[in-house]
């Protein structure tokens, strides 16, 4: 009992700062056709539904909102679903050690034809350890089961202590909506969640390759 009176105090105390604002790894194909984004910041409340979850809208105003005009539940935007885990200051924090914290993304899309979706996640937060694990939990898709393919996490500590990842998915076929299971450790917390989606057309997947091979090379320049 007193471990977990301790993990709560200690998710309080890296909730305590100023939330970031950390858009650090934008997808070159963002705001192309076809493409959606979404930003939590945990600064506005979120609804309850009585079932032990919270159900956050996204509120940031760093990464504008667009959305698709598919949807899980009929709804019209994206929604973050947190379990086991509470608000302070504009963060995330485990509400202790009884069940894992986790967090389940519903995403809608662009209905389309298109074979493929891409994904990029971006995260910040604290007391992770390593890169969280992001699952593609469920996804619908008129002509049956959906596949995905996760890319390497990049996940690094700025100097304050702060942890950053962002992680890339293709999903195949193209689906109307998917939800992404991230799970957490006992005492992690989270500052900002960035959802970015895009239905590429197949011609425009090698103008995407070309324009990062590019943005590397600059950065490696400078």
Known sequence: MRRKYLAVILCMGLAAGAALADDMNPPIWRGGPLSTSAQWEFSSMPTLPGDGTAVFSPDGAEVPLVVG????????????????????NDWLVCAGLQDPPTILLDIPNWIDEIPEKLIRIQITGDNWGEPLSILLQDAYDPTGPVDSRMEDPVYWEDAGGIEHMYVDMVLWPNPDWEMLLIDLPFGAAVDQIIVDTISPEPGTLALLAIGGVLALARRRRR
């Open 69 to 88: 005009d598919g949807g899980s539940g009929g709804g019209s935007g994206p929604v973050a679903i947190a379990d086991n885990m509470v608000m302070i």
